[in-house]
């Protein structure tokens, strides 16, 4: 096997095929340029001959008898948003079924405990139960060990769990619809959507996965109608999100980071506003700020990748933490004068926040807060910034931010440290029953057993 290793001795991670572009001065300037003049414009995802959408075969495929389709109906209250093209997409706001984030349980539970608390206060009806698995995309992005099939088969099974979760509360299948935290899994999961559409092999291969699994519908594969990211969410139900706003946010100045994986994979299904930067960037996060009142700063390098690259940050992490402060936090610090840096996904909001420490070894302090669009939104209408944003788990500081929106953090701490004993003695809180969350298995609770309503 070759050495990973350049002439001069640096070890690439990445193989013999990667090469130093080598550009002089001006023409790096030149390139960047051009991004920043033709990008802005989104002429890239707009400037193809011709696109396709995919619900079409989606609805044919069905019509043939190939598959399933578990559809949005009007019990999970849709409202439909415009994409890239202009398409109908349909996004379902009740009755949904959350797909967690192993990075963000594992690494920012504020950022699930957030949107949570956000559905509690609107009365949003949801399962979040515990018979789900990762979508085991970062192995198949950062090591490339995983393989299309099994990423298929992945995908299928936790959206056919989805579909027949409700059964366990004594309702029919299709009654919840699955709500994608992570933008790698939302990325994911669309691409191999289109993959199986395409691919009768592809979908002979994983109907004998799900075969032995027990997971087909009436011996067919079940296929999502949208695949719905909960940022698509937070968006369509910003005007009544802003409605709970209890603290003024206006004079806040957010600057936004958007996923490439939410928004650069299969670009044609995601969401834009003419309301929202005049249609020239994805609307998700960037409406809620503005619905809450909050001032959304606009940088020179709002489409560069946050750095993580999932390869990078395996290989080459010092890229990444270079890339993320020279490229994201600084500008953002020293272009746009922001308060906060504002995200929509896991592996982004993770490598803008604990990036920062790194740069004090180089004399490159830029103290951003980083949090995702429903952890702010949390806050603004009221959420303890401990107890459920639980910002004390960002490595960026946040105490800044939080007295500039009038919030005592030092009592909020103590609230905290008080609970935390609470918490230690028995005493604990939860946003969701526990009994709903398991619905087979040891320890499962039948429906005539849960407390009145609970379904």
């Known amino acids: 096997m070759e050495d990973d290793r350049n002439p001069q001795g640096a070890y690439t991670g990445f193989g013999s095929e990667w090469r130093a572009s080598e ?48 559809r949005i109906t009007e019990q999970h209250d849709p409202v439909t948003a415009r994409t890239l093209y202009g398409w109908q997409k349909r996004i379902p706001t009740n009755q949904l079924w959350h797909h967690k984030s192993c990075g963000q349980c594992g690494n920012i539970p504020g950022y699930p405990t957030s949107l949570l608390w956000l559905m509690n206060e609107l009365g949003t009806r949801y399962l979040d139960e515990t018979d789900q698995t990762s979508c085991t995309a970062w192995n198949y992005h950062g090591s490339g060990i995983g393989n299309v099939v099994s990423l298929a088969a992945v995908f299928l099974r936790n959206f056919h769990q989805a579909y027949v979760s409700a059964q ?25 959507r289109s993959f199986l559409l395409h691919s009768p092999k592809l ?21 999502p109608e949208e695949i719905v990211h909960y940022s698509e969410w937070l968006h369509v139900m910003r005007a009544r999100i802003a409605e709970k706003r209890r603290i003024d946010c206006s004079h806040i100045r957010a600057t936004v980071h958007p996923a490439c ?4 994979m299969v670009p044609e299904d995601v969401i834009y506003d003419e309301t929202v930067m005049e249609g020239n960037r994805v609307a998700v996060s960037t409406g809620l700020l503005q619905s809450l009142g909050a001032q959304v700063v606009d940088y020179s390098t709002w489409y560069d990748c946050c750095g993580f690259g999932f390869r990078h940050i395996i290989g080459e992490r010092e890229f990444t933490r270079s890339f993320a402060i020279d490229r994201k936090i600084r ?3 020293e272009e746009g004068r922001a308060d906060v840096m504002v995200g929509h996904d896991t592996g982004c909001i993770t490598t803008l ?5 790194i740069g004090r070894a180089v004399d490159k302090v830029y103290e951003l807060p980083v949090m995702a669009d429903c ?22 500081p946040f105490e800044g931010l939080l007295e500039k929106l009038g919030i005592d953090w030092q009592k909020a701490k103590a609230e905290f440290e008080a609970y935390l004993k609470d918490v230690a003695a028995g005493r604990i809180e939860t946003l969701y029953d526990p009994k709903r969350a398991i619905t087979s298995g040891p320890g499962f609770v039948p429906p005539a057993s849960l407390p009145k309503g609970a379904a």
């Open 331 to 333: 500008v953002a610090v």
């Open 168 to 192: 366990a509360q004594g309702l029919s299948p299709g009654t919840y619809y699955p709500l994608v935290h992570c933008g790698t899994s939302f990325g994911n999961y669309k691409e191999m």
């Open 375 to 396: 952890q702010f939104a949390a806050l603004v209408c009221g959420a303890h910034p401990y107890k459920l944003a639980q910002l004390h788990w960002h490595a960026s």
């Open 261 to 264: 994986h939410v928004y650069k």
């Open 23 to 70: 550009l002089k001065p001006e023409e790096a300037r030149k390139a960047t340029e051009w991004v920043e003049t033709r990008i802005d414009r989104r002429s890239l995802l707009t400037g193809k001959a011709r696109v396709e959408d995919v619900r079409d075969l989606l609805w044919q495929l069905e019509k043939d008898g190939e598959i399933v389709v578990h």
């Open 353 to 357: 926040d604990k990036s920062q420490w």
């Open 203 to 223: 979908r002979e291969q994983v109907k004998k996965i799900l075969g032995k699994l027990g997971r087909l519908v009436d011996g067919k594969l079940l296929i």
